[in-house]
């Protein structure tokens, strides 16, 4: 017996999370399903499918139903043969086991869909969409086992948190972010107005374009000339700079009462000269635009602490438009930010047209239902039964990865594009066998082998992080390297066109799961041919075909740390060091684990040592994918702990060690352990390139939501990146150095607050960023409140309602009984959540 298929959305669901530590690793939760359309399910013909980041134990399912992982974080619901009717207006509660934790709304799941007829060549897909998630409100809801001890954000810890900051007056905090090397203030002003030409050398012509757009943005209209000596001087010439990791950036910019003159050592010395000139600019000028603005007399030089300052997106997961790309470049320049790591491929989606192979984006460029992937990859994170649409379709065609490159070269930003093999690659498989199978079918079977990246024979049993059990490149079979070698040479010919700089590939690499390979027939065979006895020599075979292939089109092998990576026994356990395989091929590595517990938090300097070029990528402080805080409706996951806005601005990539405090769990860290890790020779601290922030898309399921966990942080990357040493881990009392630290962070914050906040409120119709929650705390029958960035309004209210941006300011403590409710609110009235206090 089948199900007849409504036209409309047949159930409604509900899930709650009941418990952590259920039975060791395990979490216990309920989904209520309820049947609201006008027909009975029946306990056979549709199956339920949805997203989750964690296992079910499938023995443990209650409510008449079985529950089965399927592949990926995809899984279906299939009722059992007593399940029944389930009649129109009924509801059924299934609870199941679930594997590690779940204390944020990230962790439930997502992107529900039921099909009827399923399994069948008839089956129908309706999308249902998210479930309504239950608060999170219990300790063993929020908590994910007994020894965790991080705390749950509340008013008041973050109360306690924000205590240490006031509010600065203005010309206390600094004028341009990321800090100068040297910045001296004078008397007057330069007025800009449509009189003041903007002269520069011809090879500045593009510089001059971007300073005019950036003034008429501001209101002021301004002509370009290639000769005078009034206005703005743009030029290129010698910088005496004393401190720099990177001399051709570096600028002086001289401001007078007669004319600004920009010199840069390169064209990109001048452009971070100009996104300094825009920083000066008034920023009521760019909420509303007047046709002259003026700009403090004063001197500035500067120049880089490190040549890489970087920032990482992955669109594979979940795809972001160009507005978005576009919108991200744009904020990376701003903050002189110079890298753009592209994660354009992943399991879940090939998202750069490559018009040799277009089954790369036919396939792997879309997600939804399927029968058997010919058409598009299945559902993940949510994204749901239908095809069509973000964030699980997507892809840039030529023209706009090409317009994407100009973008970013205009603005001095070197694009790395990442392909990721020989894991991480499902959607490139899928699509190649989909290539294969249309071309066999004509008759084409050498076309079809050409670049299939499939051992069809292979019974290698793995499972990757993400859950995948089919994600990985025959690595032994040569339509592997034609693969990959074609893919760079389309890429090569789009960057030309772009008229953008081609230096490196990130290869991906990493997370290779144990036992991929170990059942491939040719694998094996290829193995025996050339005298290997491990996957290690196979890996490292992959990892000198893949720098071959670069090498000969003058490119550089980037790829994340596993790239240069050993395991060796010892003892009963395998210890990961530098693989001596590959230290003199300029291999430029992005480390990210330094998980503070889990044993590789010093591979980065032991990398770094050992001869690699090393841009760190450190989980801790670095992924911005991860929540900001313990708080349950906060996006983002917390593997590797919680990024709060202050932790990029935290770090300290010389000696990591020095604001290491509590492992994942929030136990203090052992100085003895801390002791015995490896830190930075001088060789290698020569090596470490600089930094890079990470945006992972697995949450990021829309623009919006990119933006909320982009910034701030990227301001704090940035700073940390381009500015000097701040000296922190010279100081060797603790105490000492927390007050320092404590002091530069107000500053800071109040930057953060009194000034680049609101630029970006006012830049390209306003961005998106995290609007930080006040902060709360009863005191002696009153109510204190604060905020992470002063010189935002906090705002409340006293009779049960919301804050709106007419309810009273706070300005000091409220004294009042009863439910009190706060926000703080940005200079376009955007407002955080909101925090209730009772007194």
Not at 32 to 42: K, V, Y
Not at 287 to 301: D, G, H, S
Not at 571 to 578: E, I, Q
Request: contains cysteine; glycine residues 8%; hydrophobic residues 40%.
């Amino acid at each position: 017996m089948t199900n007849h298929c409504p036209t409309d959305v047949p159930l409604k669901l509900y899930w709650e999370l009941i418990s952590n530590n259920y039975d060791g690793e395990t979490f216990l939760a309920e989904l209520t399903i309820t049947n609201q359309s006008d027909q009975d399910l029946l306990n056979a013909g549709w199956a339920l499918y949805f997203n989750a980041c964690r296992k079910t134990k499938p023995e443990t399912v209650t409510g008449d139903v079985h529950i089965e992982h399927v592949n990926g974080d995809l899984s279906k619901l299939t009722p059992s043969a007593n399940f029944g009717a389930l009649k129109p207006g009924e509801s059924r509660k299934v609870s199941y086991v679930g594997l590690l934790w779940a204390i944020q709304k990230t962790d439930a799941p997502l992107g529900f869909y039921i099909v009827y007829g399923d399994g069948t060549e008839k089956a129908q897909a309706i999308a249902i969409g998210d479930p309504e998630i239950a608060a999170f409100v219990k300790p063993e809801q929020r908590n994910r086992k007994l020894e965790d001890i991080v705390p749950c954000v509340t008013p008041e810890s973050r109360f306690d948190d924000n205590a240490m900051l006031t509010l600065l007056p203005s010309d206390a905090i600094g004028q341009i972010t990321p800090t100068p090397v040297s910045i001296v203030t004078g008397n007057g002003h330069f007025v800009i107005d449509a009189g003041t030409p903007i002269v520069h050398q011809a090879e500045l012509a593009s510089e001059a374009a971007f300073l005019q757009r950036s003034l008429a943005d501001a209101g002021v209209t301004c002509m370009l000339s290639a000769h005078g000596n009034v206005g703005i001087q743009l030029k290129v010439g010698a910088v005496d700079v004393p401190e720099t990791g990177n001399i051709d950036e570096a600028y002086q910019l001289d401001v007078t009462t007669e004319r600004i003159s920009i010199t840069g050592v390169t064209p990109h010395g001048v452009l971070n000269g100009i996104q300094s000139l825009r920083q000066l600019l008034p920023l009521q000028n760019y909420r509303e635009p007047q046709p002259t603005v003026t700009v403090p007399v004063l001197r500035v030089l500067d120049a880089p602490r490190f040549g890489y300052r970087g920032m990482h997106l992955d669109v594979g997961r979940n795809f972001s438009s160009k507005k978005t790309v576009l919108r991200l470049l744009d904020v990376m320049s701003l903050y002189k930010l110079n890298k753009f790591h592209f994660h354009l491929t992943d399991d879940e989606g090939w998202r750069v047209e490559i018009r040799t192979l277009p089954e790369l984006t036919e396939i792997g460029g879309k997600r939804g239902f399927t029968l058997n992937e010919r058409d598009n990859l299945v559902p993940s994170f949510g994204s749901g039964a239908e095809v069509d649409g973000l964030p699980g379709t997507g892809f840039y065609s030529k023209e706009d990865f090409i317009e994407i490159l100009r973008f970013a070269t205009e603005r001095h930003i070197e694009v790395i594009p990442e392909f990721d093999v020989p894991a991480h690659a499902r959607a490139a498989i899928k699509a190649m066998e989909v290539r294969y199978h249309r071309l066999k079918a004509q008759g084409k079977l050498k076309e079809a082998e050409e670049y299939l990246l499939t051992d069809f024979d292979d019974t290698s049993t793995y499972e990757s992080v993400q859950l995948w059990n089919d994600n990985v490149v025959c690595i032994a079979k040569e339509a592997c390297y034609s693969f990959i070698e074609t893919v760079v040479y389309d890429l090569i010919l789009m960057f030309k066109e772009a008229g953008a700089p081609f230096r490196a590939i990130q290869t991906g690499g990493d997370e290779v799961p144990d036992g991929a390979w170990m059942g491939s027939p040719i694998c094996r065979a290829f193995m025996v041919e050339h005298g290997m006895q491990s996957i290690q020599e196979l890996q490292n075979y992959f990892v000198g075909r893949f720098r071959d292939i670069l090498k000969k089109n003058h490119l550089t092998v980037a790829g994340w740390e596993e790239i240069a990576l050993t395991k060796e026994a010892v003892g009963d356990k395998h210890v990961v060091k530098p693989n001596p395989a590959f230290t003199t091929e300029n291999f430029q590595l992005y480390v990210w684990n330094n998980v503070w517990g889990w044993g590789q938090e010093d591979i980065a300097y032991q990398l770094a040592n050992a001869g690699y070029k090393v841009v760190l990528s450190n989980v801790t402080n670095l992924y911005f994918d991860l929540a900001y805080e313990k708080d349950p409706e906060e996006p983002g996951y917390y593997w590797g702990g919680f990024v709060t806005t202050r932790k990029p601005f935290d770090f300290c990539p010389l000696n990591i060690y020095a604001t290491a405090t509590v492992d994942g769990l929030g136990h203090d860290l052992k100085a003895d352990t801390l002791d015995k890790m490896v830190r930075l020779t001088a060789k290698g601290t020569e090596n470490i390139l600089g930094l890079q922030g990470q945006m992972w898309g697995e949450n990021t399921r829309s623009g919006e939501v990119l933006e909320y966990l982009a910034y701030p942080r990227i301001i704090g990357l940035a700073e940390r990146a381009w500015a000097k040493d701040p000296g922190w881990t010279f100081i060797t009392d603790k105490a000492l150095r927390t007050a320092k630290m404590d002091a530069d962070w107000n500053v800071f914050a109040n930057r953060l607050g009194q000034r680049e906040l609101v630029r970006l409120d006012s830049l390209l119709g306003g961005y998106g960023y995290r609007v930080p929650l006040p902060g709360a705390k009863v005191q002696n029958g009153m109510l204190s409140a604060n905020v992470e960035a002063p010189g935002l309004v906090v705002r409340y209210t006293t009779d049960g309602s919301d804050p709106t941006p007419s309810s009273d300011c706070y300005i000091g403590p409220i004294q009042a009984k009863g439910t009190i409710k706060l926000a703080t609110f940005t200079s376009t009235d955007r407002q955080s959540r909101t925090t209730t206090v009772t007194l």
